[in-house]
């Protein structure tokens, strides 16, 4: 590939089709590139025959299609570099070896990740991310009969559950630590009209189909004999236990800023800091979704469009939807709010809890530690493949520290696909 | 504990010198201050591959690096296990017949000087590495060169200091070092008879003069893969690339890590200041190790840095007083050999401050070797 793409848009999820599409129709040539092997992102996610994929994500691949995208699926972008003419380009490896994609407009829709919070046994087969499990299931997991439990926070817990009960799981208990009262705030919010409703609506649906729905608890400790038997189920003063084959947990989601933060883009709280336009801090590089602020698949859409129109140079089609993509951003805070951790998820891990999964640090060597550096170089924690992507998010919690700024690869890569010069085969001196 | 109103000596850095020479004064029963910025082994001492080498460009490097070599066999059964002390050995590799002949040389040198090496015939070799490429001449093991995972090392030889009565401060930025006195970023002061410059490639901006410049390198590591090499694995070319006093330069240099992975290095450049990866210098010190082991290509690698060597223009360390300032002395300046010498620079510098006689002669390493400082810039231009 020796072209240069207009535009190259980094994920392929509801953000990131929306971006393409609006910028080919515009007229820029357009590359939509992906690590999954079917664009739709984390919430599109295509599953088995059974399962619909979202009327919406149709449309917007109909789009993609008619307006020419050429979107590249199965591609992880690792790295990011510069070409001997100075052309920027990302690096992205796949089954095939790499590729550098060329570009004069950058489009990052990394979208988030979910956050996870040790607790004792956390760490035993059977138990999974809230997404991870939903994820799993999609792509063939037989939950038929399977007792689930789903804890956590996060809007995300409903749209699990709901997936899981239709693909036949046994939904023991939903476990959200938000107190209702937060919940019920949200709602009011989310549906002006009806206060309440949405909620009182959810419970009564989750009631039917025989679900426990605790709000104000956490899962505090899981049990089991080489895999997940029994869980502990809290609000801080009373507990109980609960028998179980599967976990979903999940602590709501961190932004993927990683791509961007190795591109030089500035951010603010975590999230990746764009104007109006969704341009970031670096020129010709714009961000969008959850990425800027965690907000679900309204705002990626709007922020898609509106980068979309940026990146095309149609500033008065993107300020059009400034009024859109801002009542989204208020919801953005109200999320936040409604789902705030509580102080209790930082006591439940105890001297022995692993934190750091892939280089087995537990909880016990990182209390001693001041700093995400110094627990680094003193008990590898976040040393493992995963570099921190899991544990950081986690420490960043439980200790209040900083990740320092990812360095190359932003995923492991091939050590041939990094020694590579650029694709065109300009060899650097 | 109380601490004294003058310590008999500070030293500024806690990388692995730093950390080595307050053991060896602790040791010795002097009253001892460490002063690190950031963490116990964060600087060139975390960035380092921790590869523990007797070396043989000179006799004096030689003498340094073997003696340290043995400190640290003598300190190895001692260290905890996430020290990770290994003695893998090092193979010299040889491309061709007139590295072959190199090797023999080696050998017998070695030999001389009582250091058991042994020659590997391409047969050999290939037995003892498998992933190698075929078409090698052969390779010189040295077994008693070993690994270390050095910020670990750092924190434990600090934490034995602080055992024997040191004073550890840590965060705590030196920023003039002066006059029997280290004067911190936030204006306290710790008085010292004696206070040590052992701040590594940052030597030179705190005490000005200081014949060291930065020289920057690269590092990748992957995931685990054990046993795919055995050995810490250097091209015998190495010491070509190494030696050069100009230019960039990378080097076939691969070490096996106690967790199953690889470290993979080296590249040398001068005058490139800032610490980002350096694609073009990356790809062609990986495209070396490729050389050498084609399979490493289809390896995960999973993180890339940089760090900043310490380098003289001599390639010997700075160990000893500095003739400018009576109180002031120096242990730094060790390049790429910073690990490995650690342990000898700790007892050199005690030995030194307390009078004793030193194990080793300790004149090549002493600063006053660079006594004018137009001798010392002069000898560090190309």
Known sequence: ?429 | MTQPAIFDVAIAGGGIVGAACARALAHRGLSVALVERDVLGSGATSAGMGHVVVMDDSEAQFALTRYSQQLWRELAPKLPANCEYEECGTLWVAADEEEMAAVEQKHRWYGDRGVPTSTLTASELSAAEPNLRSGLAGALLVPQDSVVYPPVVALTLAREAEKLGAALYIGKQVHILSDGKLVLQDGSIIRAHTIINALGSESARITPGVPVRKRKGHLLITDRYPGFVRHQLVELGYLKSAHKSTGDSVAFNVQPRSTGQLLIGSSRQYGAETSEVNQPVVSAMLQRAIEYIPRVADLKAIRIWTGFRAATPDKLPLIGPYSDDQSLWLATGHEGLGITTSLATGELIADLITGRTTAIPCEPYLPARFANANQANHLSKP
């Open chain 1, 1 to 429: 590939m020796s072209g240069v793409y207009d535009c190259l848009v980094i994920g392929a999820g509801p953000g990131g089709l929306a971006a393409a599409a609006t910028a080919a129709e515009a007229g820029l040539q357009v590359g939509l590139e992906d690590d999954n092997p079917a664009a739709g992102g984390q919430i599109w996610r295509r599953g088995n025959a059974a399962v619909s994929v979202s009327h919406s994500a149709e449309q917007w691949m109909e789009r993609i299609r008619s307006a020419k995208v050429d979107v590249l699926c199965g591609w992880r972008a690792t790295d990011a570099g510069t070409d001997a003419l100075g052309t920027p380009f990302i690096r992205v490896e796949g089954l095939g070896g790499f590729r550098d994609l060329r570009y004069r407009k950058l489009i990052l829709a990394t979208g988030a990740r979910e956050l996870f919070l040790p607790f004792p046994g956390w760490t035993l087969p059977g138990i999974y991310g809230a997404g991870g499990l939903q994820a799993f299931a999609k792509s063939g997991f037989d939950v038929r009969g399977m007792r689930v439990v789903l804890a956590g926070t996060g809007p995300l817990l409903m749209a699990v559950t709901a997936h899981l009960h239709e693909a036949g799981a046994k939904i023991v208990a939903v476990v959200e630590q938000a107190p209702l009262s937060r919940l019920m705030s949200l709602g009011m919010h989310l549906a002006p009209s009806a206060p309440g409703k949405l909620m009182e609506g959810l419970r009564y649906r989750l009631r039917t189909m025989g679900t426990k729905y605790y709000f104000g608890h956490w899962v505090s400790e899981a049990r089991g004999d080489g895999k997940l038997e029994r869980l502990t189920i809290t609000n801080g003063s009373e507990s109980f236990a609960v028998e179980a084959d599967l976990l979903g947990v999940g602590y709501h989601l961190v932004p993927n800023t990683e791509l961007a933060q190795l591109l030089g883009c500035g951010l603010e709280n975590g999230f990746v800091r764009v104007e109006e336009t969704q341009e970031t801090s670096c020129t010709s590089i714009y961000c969008i979704g959850e990425a800027t602020g965690i907000g679900g698949v309204d705002k990626a859409q709007v922020e898609g469009r509106i980068a979309g129109f940026s990146a095309a140079g149609r500033i008065e089609k993107a300020r059009s939807l400034f009024a859109a993509r801002d009542k989204q951003l208020r919801f953005v805070e109200r999320l936040a709010a409604a789902f705030a951790l509580r102080e209790e998820l930082r006591g439940l891990a105890q001297e022995n809890t692993l934190v750091c999964r892939c280089e087995d640090v537990p909880h016990g060597a990182l209390r001693e530690c001041h700093s995400w550096r110094e627990a680094k170089l003193h008990t590898r924690c976040g040393m493992g493949p995963c570099q921190g992507r899991i544990c950081g998010p986690a420490t960043q919690f439980l200790y209040g520290w900083h990740a320092p700024a990812p360095r190359p690869p932003v995923f492991p890569a091939s050590v041939g696909t990094i020694a590579a010069v650029d694709e065109a085969g300009v060899h650097h001196e």
